[in-house]
């Protein structure tokens, strides 16, 4: 049987023990949590939709911290997620806490959902609850929200636009802007609004449209600020009642009415974005403000008037007033202040005869003076005419007795009235005789003729300068301290010797000098002053002046017979020179002059504008010079000249063509040819050099589409130099001929004939032309300022001279004997040769009406040619 034994020396294992109890304790601590941390119970919603806040409260036992969750149902978007820490309310025994939404919570559905916290564990989320929007398939009717919102001016507002079911959203405008939106749901859109400004009157529109720019529907947002009042104050007008007056931000004023003094006020403003209370308080007799007087009259005089008013309230005949007169003549207003008790009328003292005035009233309390009452209507009147002023006179005496009374015009406040005439009295006081005449209104001299009562006398008295200043001629005089009179200062052209206009100025007694301005004075003329002393006796002449106001030319030395006036300009000009002595000045000497252009200026106008000329053509030329390759190259470019390689001569010669191993020319008939027409088919080809390599392109006519190009040797009466350096090779390889004597008997310009005869002795070696019959073409007229000759025109069977006479080109054939042939001119069977690659030095021209037609481009029916081809 087993056999248990213990040995008591054996220990425990501490670590493993350690282990243990740690696990217990977290083990211990995790059930704790799980009793701790209950899941959040009977969660309950309700909402605020003015303030957009929503309320959640919860059953949870002790927990403080919980997990928020919110989200936007149909979409399943986060909308708030956040860990808060929520107290149980005393009242209620359940865990409340307010959410704030940015969106109106209509806009769409919510679901909510809270969960238990206690460090890093946490219970199981509770049930979701849904706060149904009003976005529900069930409400099918296009909704914005918020409705009818006020908020302050710079808040933020964010609205929503629910589209009607089966229709498609566009846009939400926020008065004529057009928002950015974000997608809430299926059918609900929101924007925001920032910094939003004063709205008018009437609030702002928020339009919901649909894709088809139709309206959805729309909301109406206003947009101010909170009650600010301002300039609160109390006052009276009819000395019982209070009238309010206060300003709002809105509103720059506003007022209200009391039916009792009360001595102290409060004004309290609301509106839905706040509050604001003012208070005031004064007595009665502190805040009186009259009212304007009323049914302003008149009894005008000529220089007074008396203005009455009534009053609206009878409290105001024991109020002591002060009243203010606005009176208005001719544009200038002046102010008269009267008081008094209970006032009701004033007079006007010191106004103009036959004048138009104008006047208004207002007034205050004369005792605690407040502020001025409104101003009355205006009220006019013109007061009565009485006699005028004397008129200030002067007498104008000639040299011979006569003369004229002269007087200055009544003004109309002088005339007192309405002018009707003058009346002008003569008379002698020795012989009591008068004579009185009548003159019109208009009239301001009558002449006078006192030769029969004139007295010899002289005047001998010395003429003084008179100095103009700033304000006008200073004039100034010895006083007599036995004289009392006044004086009359007169002045007057000095050129005017007979019934001059003449004016004059009254100068008080006990003045001992005078300034003279007048707007009639002129630079360079002469004035004469006279001083006359002014008493009931006839004046008396005292002193004289001589002045000019700017003196253009004071020749100061008697004996001067010259003056030089400069910087006059061009014009005409009138010089007048007076001889002066004590007594007087002379009538003086007139001459005239015109001052024509300085012609040596335009002289030297003539003289700059060749200069400039040529220096302009100096540069041009020098220009010119320094790059005369490129004028040269631009304005007359070199014309190319033919190629003449090898050396020709003068003398004819024979040509010796060597034919290929095969025909170079194939006769075509064409019985479809219309001799009405006239073509040539010519085959440009490319040359060949000595190498065998092509040459380039000739210099062919821009006339046609295709060049005819010739190359020969060319026999000329004149004689030929050669361009370039010989070449002997080219020269026998292309002048020597195997098979074939050509003879040249001349090529000469347009309009005559060019002749080439066939020497059939000759049999060199030479150039094998080669024919490509692709090539063949119709050609037309061929003109141009060059050509080269290019083919070689030859018969179907034999080779024969070829005849060629501008502007006709001409074959001649001879089909019978080869060692002898008579021309016979053939039209319409003509083929090219190869170029034998002789430039010539001058164009051949052509003409589309040769009598060939066409020239196709075959192979020559040679043996070898046969042989191949059957």
């Known amino acids: ?151 302050p001016v710079g808040a933020n507002t964010t609205f929503c636009c629910i589209v009607k079911e089966g229709n498609q959203f566009g846009s939400i405008n926020y008065g004529k802007t057009v928002m950015n939106t974000t997608r809430l749901s299926r059918r609900s859109y929101a924007t925001t609004v920032v910094n939003q400004g004063l709205s008018g009157s009437s609030g702002t529109n928020v339009v919901c449209y649909n894709n088809f720019k139709g309206t959805e529907n729309g909301v109406v947002v206003f947009v101010g600020y ?16 209070a009238d309010i007056y206060f300003e709002l931000v809105t509103e720059p004023k506003k007022e209200c009415r009391v039916d009792h003094w009360e001595g102290n006020w409060t004004l309290v403003v609301v509106n839905p974005l706040g509050q604001y209370s003012l208070t005031d308080s004064a007595e009665l007799s502190h805040r009186v403000t009259p009212v304007a007087p009323e049914n302003l009259t008149s009894v005008a005089h000529a220089t007074n008037a008396t203005v009455l008013w009534q009053w609206k309230y009878d409290g105001y005949s024991s109020l002591a007033l002060v009243c203010q007169v606005e009176l208005t003549s001719q544009g200038y207003k002046t102010n008269h202040t009267f008081s008094g008790v209970g006032l009701r009328a004033v ?130 005089w010895q006083s007599d301290v036995n004289t009392t009179c006044a004086y009359v200062v007169e002045w007057h052209n000095a050129s005017c010797k007979w019934n001059c206009p003449v004016d004059w100025i009254k100068v008080a007694p006990g003045n001992t000098n005078v300034s003279i301005e007048s707007a009639n004075f002129q630079p360079g003329v002469r004035y004469d002053f006279s001083l006359y002393s002014s008493s009931s006796e006839a004046p008396e002449l005292l002193q004289r002046w001589q002045g000019y106001m700017q003196e253009l030319a004071n020749l100061s030395d008697p004996g001067s017979r010259s003056y030089t006036v400069k910087s006059l300009s061009e014009g005409s000009y009138k010089f007048t020179v007076k001889a002066y ?24 106008e003539i003289l700059a504008s060749l200069g400039v000329t040529a220096l302009f053509l100096v540069i041009v030329t020098f220009l010119c010079y320094k790059k005369r390759k490129w004028v040269k190259k631009a304005f007359y470019p070199d014309i190319p000249e033919p190629k003449l390689p090898g050396d020709w001569s003068r003398s004819q010669a024979p040509l010796d063509v060597k034919p290929p191993h095969h025909s170079l020319v194939h006769m075509v008939e064409r019985p479809e040819w219309d001799s009405s027409k006239e073509a040539l088919v010519v085959i440009p080809e490319e040359d060949e050099d000595e190498d065998g390599q092509g040459i380039g392109d000739e210099l062919v006519d821009t ?67 080669q024919a490509d019959p692709s090539s063949v073409q119709e050609e037309g007229e061929v003109t141009g300022p060059r050509c080269n000759l ?33 021309p016979r001119w053939t039209m319409g069977k003509v083929a090219a040769v190869h170029p034998l690659l002789v430039p010539p030095p001058q164009l051949l021209p052509l003409s589309s009406s040769s009598l060939m037609e066409r020239i196709i481009q075959r192979r020559n029916d040679s043996p070898h040619h046969q042989q191949q081809h059957g």
Request: glycine residues 4%; aromatic residues 10%.
């Open 1 to 151: 049987m087993p056999h248990l034994s213990v040995n008591p020396s054996s220990k425990p294992n501490c670590s493993t023990v350690w282990l243990i109890s740690v696990l217990l304790g977290l083990l211990a601590v995790h059930t704790n949590a799980n009793d701790v941390l209950t899941v959040p119970q009977q969660v309950s919603l309700s909402t605020n939709m003015d303030s957009q806040q929503l309320s959640i409260s919860w059953l949870a036992g002790a927990a403080t911290t919980f997990d928020l969750m919110i989200l936007r149902t149909e979409l399943n978007e986060n909308v708030f997620y956040e860990t808060v820490s929520v107290m149980v309310s005393q009242l209620s025994g359940r865990h409340e806490w307010n959410w704030t939404s940015v969106e109106p919570l209509q806009c769409t559905s919510l679901s909510i959902k809270i969960r238990s916290r206690e460090g890093q564990s946490t219970s199981e989320w509770s049930n979701t609850e849904i706060l149904q929007g009003s976005d529900l398939p069930s409400e099918e009717e296009c909704q914005v929200f918020p409705l009818d919102r006020v908020v």
């Open 226 to 241: 909170p009650p600010l009042p301002s300039d609160f104050v109390c006052e009276t007008h009819d000395l019982t009642s």
């Open 347 to 476: 007079v006007l003292p010191d106004l103009y005869p036959y004048e138009d005035y104008s006047v208004q009233v207002r007034c205050g309390a004369q005792q605690n003076f407040w502020k001025w009452g409104s101003w009355s209507e205006t009220m006019s009147f013109k007061t009565s005419s009485i006699v005028p002023e004397a008129p200030d006179m002067w007498v104008w005496m000639n040299k011979d007795y006569t003369g004229q009374v002269i007087w200055k015009p009544l003004t109309r406040r002088q005339s007192r009235g309405l002018m009707t005439g003058y009346e002008v009295t003569l008379w002698s006081p020795e012989e009591s005789l008068q004579h009185t005449e009548i003159l019109p209104p208009d009239t301001f001299a009558v002449p006078v003729n006192l030769t029969q009562m004139a007295t010899a006398s002289s005047d001998n008295m010395v003429m003084a300068t008179a100095v103009y200043t700033d304000s006008g001629f200073f004039l100034f």
């Open 581 to 604: 002595t004590s007594a007087g000045e002379d009538t003086g000497a007139t001459a005239s002059i015109m001052l024509e252009p300085f012609t040596d200026w335009l002289i030297l």
């Open 703 to 769: 006339d046609e589409p295709t060049s005819l190009r010739y190359y020969n040797q060319v026999v000329d009466e004149r004689p030929i130099r050669p361009r370039y350096p010989d070449s002997s090779d080219s020269s026998a390889s292309s002048l020597d001929s195997a098979r074939t004597d050509v003879t040249y008997t001349g090529i000469q310009t347009s309009g005559s004939s060019f002749v080439f005869q066939l020497d059939p002795q000759g049999s060199s070696e030479g150039h094998q032309p």
């Open 790 to 822: 290019e083919s070689l025109v030859m018969t179907r069977a034999q080779r024969h001279p070829i005849l060629f006479q501008s502007p006709r080109l001409l074959v001649a054939t001879n089909p019978r004997a080869p060692g002898k042939w008579t």
